[in-house]
């Protein structure tokens, strides 16, 4: 049965990764329904620089579009340019956000760094980028953001899945066989079990804690080359809905989901709107060539 609009009125999210692809539809999405968001990635006014495969790379995105987006739209943000990679600036984030927008409600964990390769052949440098991008930046993000939101008496951490967690599925396909996802799948995998056991922690406190993912690939400008040419993606206003989804409700009705874009907000029958929250996207079916293993309630047995 569709459920009415939520409001984030009053409330502070923070977003980082927000310069691009699915940090900035989430950002767009939480400010349309009334959080002041504050977004953070490293890129204040000009694109950041990525290494891949050995190759430095221009990615298009900054968090001073991202603002101006939102507020052409009505809605409020506040930039706060961090590396995430950068100790000093990683710890002491979220304590910024706080004193920047008054408080923090929502704390969406989405920054990454992808660099595929099979694993004999990768090196420690990117392994360790993968596991402190996806495992441990949401630890200390999470660690340092649950004082916060248990003195507000409630709270809500979003971590960005994905379907590469779900194990492979024999007969293998292509792509797996050639290798590559393995250390990011890991990692995410990882991610699901934190985030599960983190919800058990902080239901208590009235703290949820959920997963989403995207049900098959966004083509973001960050992630756009991981994806082959010929794969269909999905619309990233999908996952920004789900996303809305997990932030308002009390723990005890909705947390520890591990949950993707396409299949949650249809089998909640929430309509997916548009990253401004004025209009409504088309609705579509979660595609048959999703991972099988997806639970589209987000309960795990």
């Known amino acids: 049965m569709p459920q009415s609009e939520p409001s984030l009125s009053g409330k502070v999210a923070l977003v980082t990764g927000a310069s691009r692809g699915i940090g900035r539809a989430i950002a767009q999405r939480l400010a349309s329904a009334g959080a002041t968001v504050v977004v953070t990635a490293r890129s204040m006014n000009s694109e950041a ?13 900054t968090l001073a579009e991202t603002v101006a987006l939102i507020e052409q739209a009505g809605g409020k943000a506040i930039a706060l340019s961090a590396d995430l990679e950068n100790p000093v600036e990683r710890d002491g984030l979220v304590d910024k956000a706080v004193a920047l927008a008054g408080g923090i409600d929502i704390l969406v964990n989405n920054a990454g760094y992808a660099d595929y390769g099979r694993m004999e052949y990768m090196s420690l440098d990117t392994f360790d980028r993968t596991v402190d991008h996806y495992f441990r930046v949401p630890f200390v993000l999470s660690k340092a953001a649950i004082p916060h939101m248990k003195a507000k008496g409630a709270g809500w951490i979003v971590n960005v899945g994905s379907t590469t967690a779900l194990a492979p599925q024999k007969p293998y396909r292509p792509q797996q066989r050639a290798g590559g996802e393995l250390i990011y799948a890991s990692c995410k995998a990882a991610l699901n079990r934190f985030s599960q056991g983190l919800a058990a922690e902080l239901l208590d406190y009235n703290i949820a804690v959920n997963v989403i993912g ?40 909705r947390s520890g989901l591990v949950t993707y874009s396409m299949h949650y907000p249809h089998y909640l029958g929430i309509p997916v709107k548009t990253l401004d929250g004025k209009g409504d996207m088309p609705k579509k079916e979660p595609p048959d060539w999703a991972h099988r293993l997806i639970n589209a309630s987000g309960e795990w047995p």
């Open 49 to 61: 620089t990525s290494i891949r495969a050995n190759t430095k790379r221009v990615v298009p995105g």
């Open 214 to 253: 995207p049900s098959t690939a966004i083509r973001t400008p960050g992630a756009s080359d991981l994806i082959p040419e010929q794969y269909p993606t999905e619309d990233v206003e999908h996952l920004a809905e789900a996303a809305l989804a997990l932030c308002y409700l009390p723990a005890a009705e």
